[in-house]
C-alpha cells in the first residue's frame, strides 16, 4: 500500500473507513500477493531476527514454505549465523531440523549455545549420495515433523529444483539450499538469494547481505548486518 | 449301571420338555401346503431341518444332564481309582499315569543365589532353554529347574545317557554365564521330593514313590527352605532330620507351623497335587516361498513379500505381539543368499507399514543373481500396544499421531541411507573441542526436558564454532600475517584450552577468534608447543 501511503492528505481522507477494509482484506490472505507489497503491511513470514533484512524481504521475513537458496562464495561466510533465529523457533515449536550432506561436521556446543536444542536435529551425512540426499529432501518436506530442511548442494537442475519447491509448498515446509555459486539465469523457483559479499577491514562484524530475487521484490535489495553482534560481548 | 440309569431317565424327560416346540413346527409344516404347491418342497426340507434341530437338542440336553447328575458321581469314581486329580496339568496326562507315573529331574544351581532376582530368572530362562532338549516339561523353582523325564527315557536310553546330555548342555551355558559349572541334581517321582533331593546336595535317584519317604527322611531339616524362626523351632523340638517330622501328628504339625509346611511335605511324599509353572520356549516366525521361476525384478517380489507379510501380521494379530526386526532372505542358485534385515524404532504389527518399508530396502538394493526363494525370520517380538486418539481433536493431530509420523518418516530415511548415514548429535562434557560433540544413534535419544539443563551445564562458555574440521588445517605464516585462503586478521583472544595431558591425545592450545578478508569468521589455534604452528579448528559460519 505505498501508494497510498505518498497520495495527498485529501484523498485519504475522501477514501475514509473503506480503504481500510479493504486493507485489512487483503492482508487477511497470505497468498494475494501485490506488486506494492514491498514495504509489506503483510508480515506473514518468519522474522529473521535480523530488522534490517526483515525490512527489505517482502512478508518481513523468511517465507513460511517453498524452497530458499543461499549463495555464498565460500562456505562458512556467516550462512548459518543468518537462519539461528530461524532454527530456534523451528525447534521451539517441537519440530525437527534435518541437515542434508552438510561440508563439515555439526558442532553441538555452538547450537547449544544459540540455543538450540540438539536433539530435534537430525544430520544426513556429507558422504552421502546426491541422489539419497535429494531423496531425503523430499521426504523430509513430506513429513510434518519436519520445521525445516538445510541442504548443501552446490548444482541442482532447474527440474529437480522446481520438485523439490513444489514438495515443500505442499508440505508446508521451508527448506533452504546452500550454494557456492551464483547462477544468474537459472530456471530456480528459488525465492531468495542472499549473497554476501567481502567487507572492510574495520567493519568487522557486518556482512552485506543482497536479496537477488524474492516474490515481491521487483529488484535486487541489499543491506549490512551484524551477523556476530550477539558473539562478541 | 448308575450312567445307563440316569441317561435314561433324561431320554424319558426331554420329549416331553421339547414336544410344544415340535408342534408347532410340525403345524407350520402342515400350513404350508395350504399357501401354495411351489412351497411344498421348502417346507418340507424345514420341517427335516426341525427335526435334526430337535435331535440335536436331545442330544446337547443329555450332555448336559450327564454333567449335571454327574456332579455327585465324578467325585465317586474319581475316589474309585484312588487317582486324584486336582491339576490340569495332570488331569491330561491321568490315562499315563495309571501305567507310568511321571519321573521328575530336578536340577539346582546354589550359584545362581548370588545373583539378584532378575539376572536369576534371566539364567533360569537361559538353561531351561537348554534342558528343553530332554524333557517336554521343564519348569521353574527356586534356584533349580525341574524336568518331567519319564516320556523321554526310553528314547534317550536310559537315565545315565539322559544326564550326560543334559549335563553337556547345562555346563555350557553355565560357562557362558560366567558361573561355576557344577550343579546338584536328583531324580524322583515327585517335583518337590527331587528338589528337596537335590537341594541337600544328594545326587540321588528314586524310582518308586513308595522308597520316597525313606530316601527323604535322612535329608536334614534344614533342605526345607524355611524361616530362621520356624528353623529355630524345629531345632528346639529336637527334630534334626525329615524323618523326624513325621514321626509327629499332622495336626499338631499344622497348627503350628502353618498349612503350608505340611503341603509341602505332603507334596514331596505325593499325597498332594503340585501345580508347577512350565517353561515356555519363545514364539519365532518364519515362513518361506519358493518361486516357480527365477526373478530379476525386485518389484515383481513384492506381491509375494505382501502375502508373507500377511502371515506374520497374522501370526502376531493372534498372539497379540508386535514386532521390530524383520530378517528377509533372498535364495539364489549357487550363491549365498542376500540378508535384508529390517529394525524399526517402534514396535508395530501394520502390514502396510511393514510392505512399505521393504519396498525402500528393494529399491536400493542390488542383487547378485536371479532370485529363487525368499523366507522371513523374526524371532524377536514385544508386546503389542495399541494407540488411543484423543477425543475431542478438533481436526489436528494428536501427539501420539505426530511421534508415528516421525518415527516412519525416520524409518523410511534409515531404510535408504543405512545407519551410518543418519545421525543425531549430542554434546559431550569434555574440554578437548573435538571431543566434546558427538554423533549419536537418532534411536537413544532421551527425553529433550530433562536433559536440557545438563547439557547447558556441559557447554563451555566462550564462543563455539558451528562448523568444526574433522582435521585442523594448517595456516599460512608469511611476513608475520596469517594466511588461509585470504589474509586473516585475528578479531578475540586467546582462550587457553590445555588438558588431557594423561591421555594420549593432549591439548595445549591458544584458541582465537579470526577474521578473513572475505568475511567468514574462523576459529583458529596456536600450539602451545615445540613448533607454534597455526592452525584452523572450525567456521563460526
Redesign the interface.
Known amino acids: 500500500m505505498n501508494s497510498y501511503t505518498s497520495a495527498p492528505d485529501s484523498l485519504q481522507a475522501k477514501v475514509g473507513n473503506a480503504s481500510g477494509h479493504i486493507d485489512q482484506l487483503l492482508n487477511s490472505n497470505p497468498n494475494l500477493w501485490r506488486g506494492c507489497d514491498m514495504a509489506g503491511q503483510g508480515s506473514h513470514g518468519h522474522s529473521t531476527g535480523f530488522s534490517q533484512l526483515d525490512s527489505i524481504l517482502p512478508g518481513k521475513g523468511w517465507p513460511q514454505k517453498g524452497l530458499m537458496e543461499v549463495i555464498s562464495?565460500?562456505?562458512?561466510?556467516?550462512?548459518?549465523?543468518l537462519l539461528l533465529p530461524l532454527m530456534r523457533s523451528v525447534i521451539d515449536s517441537g519440530k525437527?531440523i534435518l541437515w542434508i550432506s552438510?561440508?563439515?561436521?555439526?558442532?553441538?556446543?555452538?547450537?547449544?549455545?544459540a540455543g538450540i536444542?540438539?536433539?530435534?536435529?537430525?544430520?544426513?551425512?556429507m558422504?552421502?549420495s546426491c541422489k539419497?540426499a535429494l531423496?531425503?529432501m523430499e521426504?523430509?518436506f513430506q513429513?510434518?515433523?519436519?520445521g525445516l530442511v538445510l541442504a548443501w548442494q552446490n548444482w541442482l537442475p532447474g527440474t529437480v529444483l522446481r520438485r523439490l519447491q513444489l514438495a515443500a509448498d505442499t508440505g508446508n515446509t521451508l527448506g533452504v539450499i546452500f550454494k557456492q555459486n551464483e547462477c544468474k539465469h537459472s530456471p530456480s523457483p528459488t525465492r531468495l538469494q542472499i549473497k554476501?559479499?567481502?567487507?572492510q577491514?574495520d567493519h568487522?562484524s557486518t556482512?552485506e547481505v543482497t536479496v537477488l530475487k524474492a516474490r515481491g521484490n521487483f529488484r535486487p535489495l541489499s543491506t549490512n548486518i551484524d551477523l556476530?553482534s550477539h558473539?562478541?560481548a | 449301571m448308575e450312567e445307563t440309569k440316569t441317561s435314561g431317565q433324561l431320554s424319558l424327560a426331554i420329549p416331553s420338555k421339547d414336544s410344544p416346540e415340535a408342534t408347532s413346527t410340525q403345524m407350520t409344516a402342515k400350513k404350508a401346503p395350504e399357501a401354495g404347491a411351489s412351497l411344498s418342497s421348502s417346507s418340507l426340507l424345514n420341517s427335516n431341518l426341525v427335526l435334526s434341530c430337535v435331535d440335536t437338542q436331545i442330544n446337547q440336553n443329555q450332555a448336559a444332564g450327564v454333567g449335571l447328575a454327574g456332579v455327585g458321581k465324578a467325585v465317586a469314581t474319581s475316589k474309585t481309582n484312588g487317582n486324584p486329580s486336582s491339576n490340569s496339568n495332570s488331569n491330561s496326562n491321568s490315562n499315563s499315569k495309571k501305567s507310568r507315573p511321571s519321573l521328575w529331574y530336578a536340577v539346582y544351581f546354589p550359584q545362581l543365589g548370588t545373583l539378584d532376582d532378575l539376572q536369576q530368572k534371566d539364567a533360569l530362562t537361559a538353561l531351561a532353554a537348554k534342558a528343553i532338549s530332554v524333557s517336554s516339561t521343564v519348569s521353574f523353582h527356586k534356584l533349580a529347574l525341574v524336568c518331567e523325564i519319564r516320556s523321554s527315557l526310553g528314547y534317550f536310553g536310559g537315565i545315565n545317557l539322559l544326564h550326560d546330555k543334559l549335563k553337556g548342555a547345562l555346563s555350557t551355558a553355565l560357562i557362558a554365564m560366567d558361573q561355576p559349572e557344577h550343579f546338584f541334581y536328583a531324580s524322583s517321582p515327585t517335583v518337590s521330593g527331587s528338589l528337596l533331593l537335590a537341594r541337600a546336595g544328594q545326587n540321588k535317584l528314586v524310582y518308586q514313590k513308595s522308597n520316597l519317604r525313606s530316601a527323604l527322611g535322612t535329608l536334614p531339616a534344614d533342605v526345607l527352605n524355611l524361616s530362621k524362626e520356624q528353623n529355630r523351632r524345629l531345632y528346639n523340638m529336637g527334630i534334626r532330620h525329615l524323618k523326624d517330622i513325621w514321626r509327629l501328628p499332622g495336626d499338631g504339625i499344622r497348627k503350628r507351623f502353618g498349612s503350608e509346611f505340611v503341603d509341602q511335605l505332603n507334596k514331596a511324599l505325593g499325597k498332594a497335587q503340585e501345580p508347577t509353572l512350565n517353561y515356555l520356549p519363545p514364539p519365532t516366525f518364519s515362513s518361506s516361498y519358493d518361486l516357480p521361476y527365477e526373478l530379476e525384478n525386485l518389484d515383481r517380489l513384492l506381491p509375494i513379500v505382501d502375502e508373507i507379510i500377511g502371515q506374520l501380521c497374522d501370526f502376531l494379530t493372534r498372539r497379540d505381539l508386535s514386532t521390530s526386526h524383520l530378517m528377509f532372505s533372498l535364495f539364489h542358485e549357487k550363491r549365498s543368499p542376500t540378508c535384508i534385515e529390517i529394525s524399526l524404532r517402534q514396535t508395530s504389527r501394520s502390514s502396510t507399514h511393514f510392505l512399505l518399508l521393504v519396498e525402500t530396502y528393494f529399491h536400493n538394493l542390488t542383487i547378485p543373481a536371479a532370485v529363487i526363494a525368499i523366507s522371513l525370520v523374526v524371532n524377536q517380538f514385544d508386546a503389542f500396544f495399541s494407540h488411543t486418539d484423543a477425543l475431542l481433536l478438533d481436526g489436528r493431530p494428536d501427539a501420539t499421531s505426530r511421534e508415528n509420523n516421525l518415527n516412519q518418516f525416520m524409518e523410511q530415511l534409515k531404510a535408504r541411507l543405512g545407519d551410518n548415514y543418519l545421525k543425531g548429535i549430542s554434546c559431550v562434557a569434555e574440554h578437548r573441542p573435538e571431543y566434546a560433540s558427538a554423533c549419536v544413534d537418532v534411536n537413544s535419544h532421551t527425553k529433550k526436558s530433562s536433559i536440557r539443563k545438563s547439557i547447558q551445564n556441559k557447554v563451555a562458555t566462550r564462543p563455539r564454532p558451528i562448523w568444526l574440521l574433522e582435521k585442523p588445517e594448517e595456516l599460512v605464516e608469511k611476513n608475520s600475517r596469517l594466511y588461509h585462503r585470504k589474509a586473516i586478521s585475528i578479531i578475540s583472544g586467546p582462550e587457553r584450552i590445555e588438558t588431557a595431558w594423561w591421555a594420549d591425545h593432549d591439548v595445549r592450545r591458544d584458541y582465537y577468534i579470526a577474521q578473513e578478508a572475505n568475511g567468514s569468521r574462523l576459529w583458529i589455534y596456536r600450539e602451545r608447543s615445540d613448533e607454534r604452528r597455526w592452525f584452523l579448528h572450525g567456521y563460526f559460519s
Not at chain 1, 102 to 113: I, R
Not at chain 1, 117 to 125: A, E
Not at chain 1, 196 to 199: A, F, K, P
Request: proline residues 8%.
Open positions: 562464495p565460500q562456505w562458512g561466510m556467516g550462512e548459518l549465523q525437527w552438510p561440508p563439515h561436521s555439526v558442532y553441538a556446543p555452538a547450537l547449544v549455545q536444542d540438539t536433539n530435534q536435529i537430525l544430520v544426513v551425512k558422504d552421502a539419497d531423496w531425503s521426504k523430509a513429513t510434518e515433523n519436519c554476501e559479499s567481502s567487507l577491514k568487522f556482512a556476530y558473539q562478541l
